[in-house]
């Protein structure tokens, strides 16, 4: 029983567009919506974080936007770099302090 | 601070044998995370630990799985029988316990069983 999901296994997108990945999730008592970014052969890195009391937070190029409604949030990536080309985790913290953490999705950013 | 250190990197090893996967915490951190990855899985939370006293071990899949944590610079995963299927990559992961969900791992242990 998934409780963050992200459907999508893959995504490829031109450079200099936006990345928009997307995830799912069904505990309504998560805190905090995270994304983790992973290189191969490296751990995963956190990149930014979104409190369930909010719906949008900003950090440079990198936007999560959070739909409690829906149990949907996003990751937009604006303008897609070369070096954004990563497997992208999507994850939520329960009040226990668990991280519980989606499969994740490829990004290809393509020349 | 050089980050979350894990040992060894790889690990090769056959069925049957016990399995050592070491971890140094970021100085500091007083939360440790223990997690497996696999293609079926995903990243899975196995244990963690607050001020080196387990929490939660639920995702330990079997009695062979045991960690502990000495002390607040180390912790010890180990596998004892080990099994094919325990084949994964290990990530030890430490935080702030102000902000667990900005968690810093380490680059990870392969591990294989034959």
């Known amino acids: 029983d998934q409780q963050v999901k992200q459907n999508s296994p893959s995504l490829s997108v031109q450079e200099g567009r936006i990345s928009i990945l997307n995830c799912d999730y069904t505990n309504s008592m998560f805190d905090y919506f995270l994304w983790y970014k992973k290189y191969p052969a490296e751990g995963p890195t956190f990149l930014i974080s979104i409190s369930s009391i909010k719906d949008k937070n900003e950090d440079g190029r990198f936007t999560v936007f959070l739909n409690k409604s829906a149990k949907h949030l996003s990751l937009h990536i604006v303008p897609s770099q070369p070096g954004d080309s990563a497997v992208y985790f999507c994850a939520a913290r329960a009040r226990d302090d668990k991280i519980i953490f989606g499969k994740g999705t490829r990004l290809h950013i393509l020349p | 601070d050089a980050g979350v250190i894990q040992s060894p990197r790889h690990e090769v090893t056959e069925m049957g044998q016990e399995v050592t996967l070491r971890c140094k915490p970021i100085s500091g951190h007083d939360y440790l995370f223990w997690y497996r990855q696999t293609m079926m899985r995903g990243l899975e939370l196995l244990i963690y630990?607050?001020?080196?006293?387990?929490?939660?071990d639920s995702g330990m899949p079997e009695d062979r799985f045991s960690a502990k944590m000495p002390n607040a610079s180390f912790s010890t995963l180990k596998i004892q029988p080990s099994e094919p299927r325990d084949s994964a990559v290990y990530f030890c992961a430490s935080s702030f316990s102000w902000a667990t969900y900005e968690q810093y791992f380490g680059p990870g242990t392969r591990l294989t069983v034959t």
């Open positions: 630990f607050n001020n080196n006293v387990p929490i939660d």
